[in-house]
């Protein structure tokens, strides 16, 4: 049976894009990392900053240090030399077509115009990877989504946001025991 062995969090690096929206991934990494007391290193070799969880078996977990279209060199780095298939990958990304509190889990699909999930693809060479999108609802028209992303949420937005990472953290130990159908049940029963 599979299951998740690399966790990674998409977002973009620096100061300047801690707060913005297209940081949810990192968000929800670095809430898993403070709850099981995780300490991250910088690793030329992985291009990101990534540490190990060593509780019943071997788990990774990464936030790139490249920027968004440029995350699947971080992920194919570190999946190679630590010999993880893409369907043991759960990429943590934010997105546009879910309300703010909103999480969903899928395996495979489209990259949906994120460019994030796109160079993912185009580095693996294959979709069949593990999605959690966390809902930071879209600005309504198309022109304005990239300046949208690089924005910090309204209060309100963020509390839902921060509310769905807490939420989505019950299925964090169904996803290590690969219970997948179980985790998604779960998810998005609520």
Known sequence: MRK???????????ENYNKTRHNAGFWWIDFIAKNHRLRFKE?????????????QGDYYFLKPNTFMNDSGLSIL??????????????????????EPGNI???????????????????CLQSNNFWRLRIGIGHPGEKSLVSNYVLKAP???H???????ILNSYKIFSLLTAGEFEKAMLNLHSN
Do not use: Q, R
């Open 104 to 122: 969903k889990l899928k395996l495979g699909g489209g990259h949906g115009g994120h460019n994030g999930i796109k160079s993912i693809i185009s």
């Open 77 to 98: 780095s570190l999946s190679k030399y630590y010999k993880i298939e893409p369907e043991e990958i759960l990429v943590v990304h934010d997105e546009l077509d879910i």
């Open 154 to 156: 309204i209060k309100h």
């Open 158 to 164: 963020m509390e839902c946001i921060e509310g769905g």
């Open 43 to 55: 690793s030329s070799k992985f291009i990101g900053s990534f540490a190990k969880y060593t509780e």
């Open 4 to 14: 998740i062995k690399l966790f990674v969090g998409l977002g973009n690096p620096g």
